[in-house]
């Protein structure tokens, strides 16, 4: 059981993933845009983080950039429809441990999270 | 009589002026419109006593800051002086003049400066008509929602209406 | 715009179609067939036409494009449709939804993001131009007040534009839709000049 902090602009989205993580037993928080994302992992301390790149006030990418400043050794995995090369790159360089491409099958985030946190 | 359409950008009466048209009339019967006005700014002139009246789809202010070919209606700057122009050639005086404007909406929330045309079309349009001393007598400006305007010719009654709302009379 | 160079924005638009409609088709569970695709040069005036109408009511999903170039993207839907979908993403009963709440919007918000982010991917991949779109918004209003958003700034430079029309249809319920691409004048020039200098 993990506690795992989600970062998502739709409200469908952290529905639809705060109900599968929840089925898998984990706890889940989420937040709205990369900047509630930076507040509240600095609050709970979450065990993994999924984070969204395309939200407003701050995306993804800065919002990844902002928690491994905090916490070098923070796992995070971006889970998004951007899935240019470029933006790969730039995710994993900042330090995202995997690299989820939306839309996503349950099963692939249960194994994102699971290699996160093992 | 109504003027029909031999020149580019005018448009045949009886279907609604789409973006940078413009019509004239002088048929009692005719109904001018502009459908789905977002950003866009329509505007009407009517003469009761010549009996004549006009309508024009206003998308952008300003003409100069274009690239492209300052035909028909499509600029607030060319489209007033043209639509005054044709119905003072069929004997509309300025001071009988009825001038209406609707739409200039928002519609996206959360724009920018530079997104704001809606604001831009509106403030052209008054800006250009109080050159002509044209003053307005009612409007339909601003907020976020789509609008279609009417001008009947033989009446010279403007309507706006708005999806799910009470139709109003300018 | 020339015939070569508009072949290469033909290319690069199928590209990004193509894979706008697997990213839907994956979104929704159910395979997408294409029943056309079209790339025309029409008058910007004429586009609501191909929308159902100036005055037809319908749902705007829109994105702003940033990164090598500015533009964006506008879905438009009849409600209907738009509701279907919502009913395929939430995985209820055909009807299930009939107005606009916000999780509704928020599930079409996300539909949109998955195409508009697959279409650029596509060409982002292809060109390799970075091109980020913004989160969505999602509007219901007249089509021609919707289009008004994508097409004012392209009227300040032509009067025509290049539509690219694709229509879809799902496998089960009765949905089929069109897709349109409508390029702002700095998404051509930045794509175009990009393609034919790497070209050379």
Same mark, same amino acid.
């Given at each position: 059981m993990a506690k795992v902090l989600i970062a998502d602009d739709a409200a469908f989205m952290r529905m639809k993933s705060a109900q599968l993580l929840k089925e898998l037993g984990h706890e889940v928080i989420e937040a709205e845009n990369g900047e509630e994302a930076v507040s509240l992992f600095s609050e709970h301390a979450p065990d993994a983080v999924l984070l969204d790149i395309? $939200?407003?006030? $701050?995306d993804g990418l800065d919002a990844l950039k902002a928690i491994i400043a905090k916490d070098p050794k923070a796992k995070v995995a971006m889970v998004t429809a951007m899935g240019q090369q470029q933006v790969i790159m730039e995710a994993i360089k900042a330090g995202a441990k995997d690299f989820v491409v939306k839309p996503f099958d349950a099963s692939r985030i249960e194994e994102a999270l699971w290699k996160l946190v093992k | 009589m109504t003027t029909t359409a031999t020149t580019e950008k005018r448009s045949p009466l009886g279907t609604a002026l789409s973006l940078g048209e413009w019509a004239v009339s002088a048929d009692a019967d005719a109904v001018l419109a502009c459908v789905g006005l977002g950003s866009c700014v329509a505007v009407t002139m009517h003469d009761p006593v010549a009996k004549v009246g006009g309508m024009a789809h206003m998308?952008?202010?300003? @003409?100069?800051?274009?690239? @492209?070919?300052?035909?028909?209606?499509?600029f607030v700057d060319v489209a007033i002086p043209l639509l005054l122009e044709e119905l003072q050639g069929r004997g509309a005086l300025v001071r009988r003049l009825r001038v209406c404007l609707a739409g200039g909406a928002q519609?996206?929330?959360? @724009?920018?400066?530079?997104?704001q045309i809606g604001q831009r079309n509106g403030d052209a349009a008054h800006q250009q008509l109080a050159a002509r001393s044209l003053s307005v007598s009612a409007e339909s400006l601003g907020g976020t929602r789509g609008r279609t305007m009417r001008l009947a010719i033989g009446t010279g009654r403007v309507t706006v209406t708005v999806p799910g709302e009470q139709e109003i009379e300018l | 715009m020339s015939d070569p160079a508009m072949q290469k924005w033909a290319d690069l638009v199928s590209l990004g179609t193509a894979n706008a409609m697997t990213g839907l088709s994956q979104m929704i569970g159910q395979a997408i067939e294409v029943r056309e695709f079209a790339l025309e040069q029409v008058?910007?005036?004429?586009?609501s036409q191909h929308v159902g109408g100036a005055e037809a009511q319908s749902v705007g999903i829109y994105l702003t494009v940033t990164g090598a170039a500015d533009g964006h993207l506008m879905l438009i839907y009849e409600p209907r449709i738009a509701f279907a979908f919502v009913d395929l993403l939430m995985m209820q009963a055909p009807d299930t939804t009939t107005e606009m709440t916000p999780m509704a919007a928020s599930a079409l918000g996300e539909m949109g993001n998955v195409i508009g982010a697959f279409f650029l991917n596509a060409i982002a991949d292809a060109t390799g131009l970075s091109l980020r779109p913004s989160p969505p918004t999602v509007m219901t209003d007249m089509a021609g007040a919707l289009l008004d958003v994508v097409t004012a700034d392209i009227l300040l430079y032509s009067d025509d534009t290049y539509l690219a029309d694709t229509t879809f249809a799902t496998a089960d319920r009765d949905i089929s839709g069109a897709f349109f691409v409508i390029p702002s004048q700095g998404l051509l020039d930045a794509i175009l000049s990009n393609q034919i200098a790497s070209a050379a």
């Open positions: 395309t $939200m407003p006030v $701050m | 998308v952008l202010p300003d @003409s100069t800051a274009g690239r @492209s070919p300052a035909a028909g209606a499509k519609m996206l929330q959360n @724009s920018s400066g530079a997104m | 008058p910007v005036a004429s586009i």
